[in-house]
């Protein structure tokens, strides 16, 4: 058994590859921007972690790594269309560089290729891995749909469940299904498979919410943000969300004032409300909640505690930044 | 077996229900308007038909025409965000109603749709079908790109050979590839699904010329286009492309004059230099030389003339409309 980083470091080896052909290049020059502007490959990983916490690396594991590593960025081709997104890692995003149809279409192939990823496994589980990544493939799509619903809400329109729900289904089930995925071709049971699935989305709402909190409160150094970026655009995040909950009529007032008026020291301002309303204390203990929540799901799966160790190592890493 | 209008009927019957889940309804009403502005249901019905030249109809043929039909509305879907077109049969286009956002996220999730249906056949020849779909719908993503590539040159600068290259992957893979499903589905050979694929595809590209011909010389109340609307927006067809190719060095520069200026009379006039050049007289020849290669190919498939019948009924019905 191997830790993240010894995963990372081998799943990239073969995933930094050329993935496509040369011609079209306007086509497939767009495909491999993205590939190129990097990211952790949490996804990949996480299916050879669900497979290694069960059984030995089978081959399969990579090629579904890769299916879900194309899937990941596939979406942020085309979110970052929707979004209208000039730079994605400080880098110009694909449909800046290509324009909007060789960007649509580039992510549409790289969504078919996912399939010819996915149609090398072994058939005796070809029809499971396809269902459960269609399922979670779908949700991601819900997810970004319901994403952009919300942003066009009013924040006290938005049910804080639903909320919840969303972020679930935008960055929670591409990261539970990938560790399922795994334990799929590691032999585990649908009992096991569940406790895995649930781990994985939990740790992702929780490392949501703490993405959230580092965005208002982290250290800009440390955290590689401008603090305050989400304040700044309105964005609707776990804190904006309670916060319009857990204040006061007047603050609430305040709040709705300066996400309107937007005036220079907008987020010390709303940092200040923040903290008034005690919303930074909450998103500590909801993180923490659902940390909780995914552990005890870490603890149900049945096989030695020792297999464990490698994806307590990864959730400990994840949750713990800038601390 | 049954003709081509029994197939119709009878697939349009479990096509026309629900597809979508109702939530969240922007997303999915974005992808039902598409399947609502309807369409002639062809593809499905060639894999159908595939199937019925080999053996009695099987479910899977269903589910793979489902498929391919999804497949199909997801490239309208997309395209028409890439053209920036307001109309496709007359009625607004799915970006034009939804928006660009929700249309690309409607498209994408007719995709993933597809597989689901694709998952569902029998183990036995899944591999195979997801591979043959895969590489047709990918050659339609390159012969998308390869079209917008086209779109943006001189005509005298497109190769013939490239363009009916172009036309085959955009228009002809997918009819080609409906076939070879419905045949594998019927236990067709391998010899047997080359020979129905290139009946398909150079049934595609005699379709296309006739199309192009039509557009050009066919009656406007016939065949419900307006007359020379290709010529009016410079579209880059079989007519065109050869016409610069077959024109003397006065007709070609008048020819782009006409291009570049757009007169009032630019219809009448191109079509003027289309009849100087024998252009019209050509596409029919071209036109019949696709459809003699295709009907070679109908020939060497090792079943009774007697099944064939339905197809050649069908390719009669495509190339000899408003004749």
New interface residues.
Partial sequence: MQSFKELVAQFSQQFDQQHFPE??C??YNAATHILGIGGKRIRPVLCLMGNELFDTLHPDAFQVGNAVELFHNFTLV?DD??DKAPLRRGKPTVHTVYG???A??A???M???V??RL?KVQ?RY??KI??VF?KA??EV??G???D??FEAMEPEEVQYDSYVNMIGLKTSVLLAASLQLGAIIGGAGEGNQEHIYQFGKNIGIAFQIQDDYLDAFGDPEKFGKQQGGDILVNKKTFLLLKAFELCNPAERAALKTLMETSPDDKVDRVLDLFHSCKVDAWAEKEKERFQELAFRRLEDIAVLSKRKMPLMELADYLLNRQQ
């Fill in positions: 011609e079209p306007q086509l085309h269309i929707m909007d149809p060789a649509i279409l992510g549409d192939v969504l078919i290729n399939y010819d149609n058939p070809k029809q396809i269902s269609n493939a779908i799509c819900e970004q749909q319901l952009m619903d």
